[in-house]
């Protein structure tokens, strides 16, 4: 029987005639193991040995050999001498083979046998040892002990088999003879499982919490010998195959075994390093052939192309410090401004290792805390920004290699910034080379057709109850923080993974068992991936992208929250973008989208986003979304970024809002750096907001009133709040010793002369520490005189106020002087 071409690598029958690379193994003298489970030894045996030498240069006949026929299965009738080893010591000729029966060549020859090393490789049989091979394309098999060479017959179809009279299994290579050359090699079937009993009942648990150190390809060394172990799940499977480049794409000689019920198949293949590609070839419940891409593959092609490579980490890290410093202080209880980057489009064409070079000076010159990546893992389409992943495990190769990331991530950290990164577990793609229907079944996604399809992204939804796919999740959490020292997650799409309805109108869902509408599989998934990562990295912090009003998102879990760190405050972004559309003249109508946020504002811990969603798809980009003309719609940018930064929770600002750029992002060009260049004459427009904004970052970072009492109403109280009329907002901001920050905006266009506020009376004096009209930021320049004294006249509460003169379309911070 001829194999099957490969589907995405070269014709067999032309490989079989080219030159194979020759990976050599770890040396001739490296223990062996059996598929029997025994161990050779390092010593020589003369037994052995003498045994071996009689068989080497006494040529025994078919009639003389010392074989019992019960040693073979289904011996042919008249089988020939083999013929000598083209290749090393002289060869016995082999009385009689037991060739594999018709059963077990079948299944090895159509990819459905579970159990490889049961048949091949060298197992005792009455009268000696029994090796087997299999070896498509080979014109000619030898095994080699110590030192001797006897030839295995071929059995045709690519099988060698043969009987050497030997007291034990021992340590042996193979000769293997193509056209013109031959590999000296081990014999993949001759090694021990290469994942442990704990690792498997970890994973048949589903509480593996570094899955990724058991499953998908880990160069190691494996009973002496350097090589790597490819592990897969894919517990619908008749069989699963390895093709790579180290066999020309073609599995047919490479299958795998299955590891008893946990639908787990692994194969050591000695000799292949990294940098081999490589994918697992299903064979599907319905007999089919499926080429997969490793779902823990940790190195992935560039995109278009779709293989894993085989990889391990070297990346020394340089980052001790800022790791034991940030689990120090509660991160709501600290400074955290965060700014949103797209990789791929930051600087367009910059590779991880250029980028390390240009954003850690950049976000640091601005003043933010942290950076949040988009989406990094491996994704097959760039115009999804990395939000329908399909490599979970790898971080895209379009910039770089695993090591260059973490060279990135270690640059960040070094220059004193935090990394948080977007994570995607709600859904996946339905590429027929990756997760969807991955062993020929639902695997990944739910069986139920109305809880698998995703009704908004052509995507399907993780199944979150079955608990393997629970552990590759949760998993996948911990990986990215362990390896590649991640400071935080960003969790994308929480809310479609809550409710069984999102999206979906009546009868495309069905209730829960309670008869609600809740997704508890996903409530028990984000609860334990929280705790885990809580658990395992300290301060490590989790952020949700929840729009609705699921209670305790950020409450602990347990007493029953979902265990996030903080939450997207969607309802504020909405709201106040909605004020800020308006014409100043109409605002006083919409006052209340400016207070409403302080009703729920200590529900949970807050991050206030504005991010790439509200940039893009027509949404325009920040400063365009502001009414009036040119110096208005900085000027309202300005303010409101002051507002912004005042409010009580975390900041988090999309690439290039923080200079006003114009045009609605896009992935192709990325930010339009161009407005800064003083030769456009930026000084007054962008530069100007670009100033604000590392100026917000200074005063905040060194403010604690603005950062320490976030998630605590004792750190903020009104001045005013309800000036309608006036366009005027005005609140106070406290630290834990009641040090006060007064923050006052005025969103009309018109200068507001003796404006008084209540103050507390245990303040002399204060200080204008803001204002977002200076004319350095491309404002008016009206300010206040400085100090400002307070005056005994009792005013919102306060029985000492203070009168100032508010900037039109501005926002100033004072502090006590």
Same mark, same amino acid.
């Given at each position: 029987?001829?194999?099957?071409?490969?589907?995405?690598?070269p014709?067999?029958?032309?490989?079989?005639?080219k030159k194979?690379?020759?990976?050599?193994?770890?040396?001739?003298?490296?223990?062996?193991?059996?598929?029997?489970?025994?161990?050779?030894?390092?010593?020589?045996?003369?037994?052995k040995?003498?045994?071996?030498?009689?068989?080497?240069?006494?040529?025994?006949?078919?009639?003389?050999?010392?074989?019992?026929?019960?040693?073979?299965?289904?011996?042919?009738?008249?089988?020939?001498?083999?013929?000598?080893?083209?290749?090393?010591?002289?060869?016995?000729?082999?009385?009689?083979s037991?060739?594999?029966?018709?059963?077990d060549?079948?299944?090895?020859?159509?990819?459905?046998?579970?159990?490889?090393?049961?048949?091949?490789?060298?197992?005792?049989?009455p009268?000696?040892?029994?090796?087997?091979?299999?070896?498509?394309?080979?014109?000619?098999?030898?095994?080699?002990?110590?030192?001797?060479?006897?030839?295995?017959?071929?059995?045709?179809?690519?099988?060698?088999?043969?009987?050497?009279?030997?007291?034990?299994?021992?340590?042996?290579?193979?000769?293997?003879?193509?056209?013109?050359?031959?590999?000296?090699?081990?014999?993949?079937?001759?090694?021990?499982?290469?994942?442990g009993d704990?690792?498997?009942?970890?994973?048949?648990?589903?509480?593996?919490?570094?899955?990724?150190r058991?499953?998908?390809?880990?160069?190691?060394?494996?009973?002496?010998?350097?090589?790597?172990?490819?592990?897969?799940?894919a517990?619908?499977?008749?069989?699963?195959?390895?093709?790579?480049?180290?066999?020309?794409?073609?599995?047919?000689?490479?299958?795998?075994?299955?590891?008893?019920?946990?639908?787990?198949?692994?194969?050591?293949?000695?000799?292949?390093?990294?940098?081999?590609?490589?994918?697992?070839?299903?064979?599907?419940?319905?007999?089919?052939?499926?080429?997969?891409?490793?779902?823990?593959?940790?190195?992935?092609?560039?995109?278009?192309?779709?293989?894993?490579?085989?990889? *391990? /980490? $070297?990346?020394? #890290?340089?980052?001790? =410090?800022?790791?034991?410093? %940030?689990? !120090? +202080?509660p991160?709501?209880?600290?400074?955290?401004?965060?700014?949103e980057v797209h990789?791929?489009?930051?600087?367009?064409?910059?590779?991880?290792?250029?980028?390390?070079?240009?954003?850690?000076?950049?976000?640091?010159?601005?003043?933010?805390?942290?950076?949040?990546?988009?989406?990094?893992?491996?994704?097959?389409?760039?115009?999804?920004?990395?939000y329908?992943?399909?490599?979970?495990?790898?971080?895209?190769?379009?910039?770089?290699?695993?090591?260059?990331?973490?060279?990135?991530?270690?640059?960040l950290?070094?220059?004193?910034?935090?990394?948080l990164?977007?994570?995607?577990?709600?859904?996946?793609?339905?590429?027929?080379?990756?997760?969807?229907?991955?062993?020929?079944?639902?695997?990944?996604e739910h069986?139920?057709?109305?809880? *698998? /399809? $995703?009704?908004? #992204?052509?995507?399907? =939804?993780?199944?979150?109850? %079955?608990? !393997? +796919?629970?552990?590759?999740?949760?998993?996948?959490?911990?990986?990215?923080?362990?390896?590649?020292?991640?400071?935080?997650?960003?969790?994308?799409?929480?809310?479609?993974?809550?409710?069984?309805?999102?999206?979906?109108?009546?009868?495309?869902?069905?209730?829960?068992?309670?008869?609600?509408?809740?997704?508890?599989?996903?409530?028990?998934?984000?609860?334990?991936?929280?705790?885990?990562?809580?658990?395992?990295?300290?301060?490590v912090?989790?952020?949700?992208e929840?729009?609705?009003?699921?209670?305790?998102?950020?409450?602990?879990?347990?007493?029953?929250?979902?265990?996030?760190?903080?939450?997207?405050?969607?309802?504020?972004?909405?709201?106040?973008?909605d004020y800020?559309?308006?014409?100043?003249?109409?605002?006083?109508?919409?006052?209340?989208?400016?207070?409403?946020?302080?009703?729920?504002?200590?529900?949970?811990?807050?991050?206030?986003?504005?991010?790439?969603?509200?940039?893009?798809?027509?949404?325009?980009?920040?400063?365009?979304?502001?009414?009036g003309?040119?110096?208005?719609?900085?000027?309202?940018?300005?303010?409101?970024?002051?507002?912004?930064?005042?409010?009580?929770?975390?900041?988090?600002?999309?690439?290039?809002?923080?200079?006003?750029?114009?045009?609605?992002?896009?992935?192709?060009?990325g930010?339009?750096?161009?407005?800064?260049?003083?030769?456009y004459?930026?000084?007054?427009?962008?530069?100007?907001?670009?100033?604000?904004?590392?100026?917000?970052?200074?005063?905040?970072?060194?403010?604690?009133?603005?950062?320490?009492?976030?998630?605590?109403?004792?750190?903020?109280?009104?001045?005013?709040?309800?000036?309608?009329?006036?366009?005027?907002?005005?609140?106070?901001?406290?630290?834990?010793?009641g040090?006060?920050?007064?923050?006052?905006?005025?969103?009309?266009?018109?200068?507001?002369?003796?404006?008084?506020?209540?103050v507390?009376?245990?303040?002399?004096?204060?200080?204008?520490?803001?204002?977002?009209?200076?004319?350095?930021?491309?404002?008016?320049?009206?300010?206040?005189?400085?100090?400002?004294?307070?005056?005994?006249?009792?005013?919102?509460?306060?029985?000492?106020?203070?009168?100032?003169?508010?900037?039109?379309?501005?926002?100033?911070?004072?502090?006590?002087?």
């Amino acid at each position: 029987m001829t194999p099957r071409p490969p589907s995405n690598g070269p014709d067999p029958k032309k490989a079989a005639a080219k030159k194979p690379s020759a990976k050599k193994g770890a040396g001739a003298a490296a223990s062996a193991g059996t598929g029997a489970g025994k161990k050779g030894s390092g010593k020589k045996n003369s037994t052995k040995k003498n045994a071996l030498k009689k068989a080497a240069v006494k040529k025994t006949s078919v009639e003389k050999a010392p074989v019992k026929k019960t040693a073979v299965k289904n011996p042919p009738a008249e089988r020939p001498p083999a013929e000598t080893a083209p290749v090393g010591a002289v060869a016995p000729e082999i009385a009689v083979s037991p060739a594999l029966d018709a059963v077990d060549r079948d299944r090895l020859l159509h990819g459905t046998h579970h159990a490889p090393h049961s048949v091949l490789g060298a197992h005792p049989v009455p009268g000696g040892v029994a090796f087997r091979v299999f070896r498509p394309f080979a014109l000619g098999v030898s095994v080699v002990v110590d030192g001797s060479t006897a030839g295995l017959h071929d059995d045709g179809d690519g099988f060698f088999s043969g009987l050497l009279p030997l007291p034990d299994v021992p340590a042996y290579r193979l000769l293997v003879a193509y056209d013109g050359t031959a590999q000296d090699v081990e014999d993949a079937y001759r090694f021990l499982p290469a994942l442990g009993d704990l690792d498997l009942h970890l994973i048949g648990e589903g509480r593996h919490e570094q899955l990724w150190r058991a499953l998908g390809a880990e160069p190691m060394t494996h009973q002496g010998v350097t090589g790597t172990r490819f592990t897969v799940w894919a517990p619908n499977a008749r069989g699963v195959r390895l093709a790579g480049t180290f066999n020309f794409w073609d599995g047919t000689g490479a299958p795998m075994r299955s590891l008893g019920g946990t639908g787990v198949w692994e194969l050591f293949m000695p000799g292949i390093g990294e940098g081999e590609l490589y994918k697992f070839e299903i064979t599907r419940p319905d007999g089919s052939r499926t080429l997969r891409a490793d779902p823990m593959a940790r190195r992935t092609e560039v995109p278009p192309a779709t293989s894993s490579i085989v990889t *391990a /980490a $070297h990346h020394e #890290w340089d980052d001790a =410090e800022w790791l034991a410093r %940030r689990a !120090e +202080v509660p991160v709501h209880e600290a400074p955290f401004s965060v700014y949103e980057v797209h990789l791929a489009s930051w600087r367009p064409g910059l590779t991880y290792r250029q980028l390390a070079e240009q954003l850690p000076a950049y976000v640091k010159d601005l003043g933010f805390t942290h950076v949040e990546l988009m989406p990094v893992a491996e994704h097959p389409f760039g115009g999804s920004w990395g939000y329908q992943v399909t490599g979970f495990y790898a971080p895209t190769a379009r910039l770089g290699t695993p090591d260059d990331f973490r060279f990135l991530v270690d640059a960040l950290h070094r220059a004193g910034i935090g990394v948080l990164m977007d994570w995607v577990p709600a859904h996946f793609p339905r590429d027929d080379w990756a997760l969807a229907e991955f062993d020929g079944r639902p695997l990944y996604e739910h069986e139920d057709p109305l809880r *698998a /399809a $995703h009704p908004d #992204w052509g995507t399907l =939804e993780f199944d979150f109850g %079955r608990r !393997e +796919v629970r552990n590759f999740l949760v998993a996948n959490a911990v990986y990215w923080c362990e390896e590649f020292h991640i400071d935080g997650l960003r969790v994308d799409a929480v809310a479609s993974m809550l409710y069984l309805d999102y999206s979906r109108e009546p009868g495309q869902w069905t209730p829960n068992e309670h008869g609600g509408r809740e997704n508890l599989d996903a409530v028990a998934f984000l609860q334990e991936m929280n705790a885990t990562v809580y658990r395992r990295v300290p301060g490590v912090v989790t952020i949700a992208e929840e729009s609705t009003a699921w209670d305790g998102v950020t409450r602990a879990t347990d007493t029953g929250g979902l265990g996030f760190g903080f939450k997207w405050n969607m309802g504020w972004m909405h709201d106040s973008l909605d004020y800020m559309t308006h014409e100043p003249v109409h605002r006083r109508h919409h006052h209340g989208e400016m207070t409403f946020s302080m009703v729920y504002a200590y529900s949970e811990n807050y991050v206030l986003p504005i991010s790439h969603d509200e940039v893009v798809h027509g949404k325009r980009s920040l400063v365009s979304k502001m009414p009036g003309d040119w110096w208005q719609q900085r000027a309202n940018l300005r303010a409101y970024l002051a507002f912004m930064w005042a409010h009580p929770g975390k900041q988090l600002l999309f690439m290039g809002q923080e200079f006003a750029q114009g045009a609605e992002w896009s992935e192709t060009h990325g930010p339009d750096w161009w407005l800064l260049d003083p030769a456009y004459g930026a000084e007054a427009d962008h530069r100007g907001v670009r100033d604000l904004v590392r100026d917000l970052n200074t005063v905040y970072r060194t403010t604690p009133a603005l950062w320490q009492l976030d998630t605590s109403p004792a750190g903020f109280r009104w001045t005013t709040g309800d000036a309608a009329e006036d366009n005027v907002l005005a609140f106070l901001r406290l630290d834990a010793e009641g040090v006060p920050l007064l923050a006052v905006s005025n969103f009309s266009p018109v200068v507001r002369h003796d404006y008084r506020l209540g103050v507390p009376d245990d303040t002399p004096a204060w200080h204008e520490t803001l204002n977002t009209d200076s004319v350095a930021y491309g404002g008016s320049g009206v300010t206040n005189p400085d100090p400002l004294k307070p005056e005994p006249t009792s005013w919102h509460g306060h029985a000492a106020s203070i009168r100032l003169t508010l900037p039109p379309l501005a926002t100033i911070w004072l502090r006590p002087a």
